[in-house]
C-alpha cells in the first residue's frame, strides 16, 4: 500500500498487475525471483522489490515538496525519518504479526503484544502527533505515508480494542489518510492478471 501510495502522490502513471501469490506469474518470478511483492519494473528496465525503495525512487523522480528530507549525499532520507522508518520495519511489523496472529507466537500473548506495540510505537507515534498534524511536523511526509499501512492493520485486527485506547491524535491523523484520495485510489482492487 505505501508503495501504491507514494506512486500516486508523486503523480507517476504506474501499471498496477494484481497476483495471486498462490499461483505467481512466471515473468514475475523472472523479474524478482524472491517473489514477493511488491515489485516495480522501472522504464529502465530495473527493478525495485522494496517498498520504501519504490517510494524514494517515486519522489526522487517527481518530487514533491515536503515529502523527503533527504540525506546529504542525496541517496537517502536524513537521520530522523529513518528512525521512524526503522522503528516501523525493523521492530513493529513483528510486533504486529503476533497481534495478528497469536496463534503462530504460542509464547507471546495478544495482551503482550499490545503493550508492546503501545510502549514502543504508538505511543510515540500519539505523542508526536499531540504537537504537529504529522510525524516529521506541519506537512505530510514520507514517514506518515510509510507508517500508516501498519497502524491500519494493527487498528483492524480489533477495531473496537483500538478506539478504545483513544489514542486521539492517531485517530486524527488516520482518518486524514482514511478520506485522502491518495489511500482511495490505491485502495482499488484489481482483477487478478493472468499471463497471456
Known amino acids: 500500500m ?13 501499471e498496477v498487475r494484481e497476483i495471486s501469490l498462490r499461483n505467481k506469474p512466471a515473468s514475475m518470478i523472472k523479474l524478482s525471483p524472491k517473489g514477493t511483492v511488491p515489485v516495480l519494473l522501472r522504464p529502465d528496465g530495473s527493478v525495485l522489490e ?17 515529502r523527503v528530507i533527504w540525506g546529504d549525499r ?22 504486529l504479526d503476533a497481534y495478528k496472529y497469536p496463534e503462530r507466537y504460542p509464547t507471546q500473548s495478544k495482551e503482550d503484544s499490545l503493550k508492546q506495540a503501545l510502549d514502543i510505537y504508538l505511543m510515540p507515534i500519539e505523542k508526536e502527533l499531540s504537537k504537529n498534524p504529522f510525524l516529521m511536523g506541519n506537512q505530510l511526509s514520507l514517514v506518515d505515508i510509510a507508517l500508516f499501512p501498519f497502524v491500519r492493520q494493527f487498528m483492524r485486527a480489533d477495531e473496537q480494542g483500538f478506539m478504545d485506547l483513544k489514542l486521539e491524535s492517531i485517530d486524527r491523523w488516520m482518518t486524514f489518510f482514511q478520506t485522502s484520495e491518495m489511500f482511495n485510489l490505491s485502495m482499488v482492487k484489481y482483477p487478478t492478471w493472468l499471463e497471456s
Open 50 to 66: 522494496q517498498s520504501l525503495d519504490i517510494m524514494l525512487w517515486a519522489y526522487r523522480t517527481q518530487p514533491v515538496p515536503h
Open 74 to 95: 542525496f541517496d537517502g532520507i536524513d537521520a530522523s525519518m529513518l528512525a521512524w522508518i526503522r522503528l516501523n520495519d525493523d521492530v513493529f511489523k513483528k510486533i
Open 2 to 14: 505505501r508503495a501504491r501510495m507514494a506512486l500516486i502522490d508523486a503523480g507517476i502513471t504506474f
